[in-house]
């Protein structure tokens, strides 16, 4: 765990990547989960909560028997797999990122996304558990258990973007260790001075040898 300087939550740029002590990490953790947790519910949604009426011979979904809670379901599940998948890749690069303002931009978008697509699913949920109390009993040959597996996971990622969001903001409130930007400024200019300073040794060289 880094002890150093530190801006939002990451040190300086650099260090060797560790795949174990990545996935390890409370954000990196709990976007991993709200990726299942979309992923069950867009397949048990949109794929999983459909079924043939008996009386008409077409296909309807198990949600009150209307379309929206099958393809609701499928959008937010679907949005919350690519936007986890997305800020996963970006704790990747958070640490690998100099620039103060940019990760504190990338705290605020992460912050709001969490808390939307914390409130999104929790519609979801709410919807879904409602369409599903007033749906007519589904004869035994019937299995519903795709319907409620979508309800309860639905459920799941509320629990899991709002902890996203916690974490991002925990983040924000970190702000700036002013000695991140002393030492980041020393290693620039450090690296500036030596390379001003070989080039210089390197004229004084070719100097002395005409």
Request: proline share 3%; net charge negative.
């Amino acid at each position: 765990m880094d002890t150093g300087p530190q801006a939002y939550g990451a040190g300086k740029v650099g260090g060797e990547f560790n795949v174990q002590n990545f996935v390890r990490k409370p954000h990196v953790f709990v976007r991993l989960l709200s990726l299942l947790f979309g992923l069950i519910v867009y397949f048990c949604a949109s794929s999983g909560s459909w079924t043939t009426d008996v009386k008409t011979n077409e296909e309807v979904c198990m949600f009150k028997l209307k379309s929206f809670g099958c393809h609701i379901g499928g959008v937010v599940g679907f949005t919350s797999v690519i936007g986890a998948a997305v800020f996963v890749g970006g704790e990747y690069y958070f640490e690998n990122v100099p620039s103060v303002k940019s990760r504190k931009h990338y705290v605020l978008i992460d912050l709001g996304f969490s808390c939307l697509w914390s409130f999104w699913n929790f519609l979801l949920f709410i919807y879904l558990a409602d369409a599903w109390g007033n749906t007519p009993d589904f004869p035994d040959s019937i299995s519903t258990a795709n319907p409620t597996t979508a309800i309860y996971f639905a459920l799941f990622a509320t629990f899991s973007w709002g902890t996203s969001a916690y974490f991002s903001y925990q983040r924000y409130n970190m702000g700036v260790d002013p000695a991140f930007i002393s030492s980041f400024e020393a290693d620039q200019f450090g690296a500036y001075d030596e390379t001003q300073n070989n080039s210089n040794n390197e004229c004084e060289y070719q100097t002395q040898a005409y």
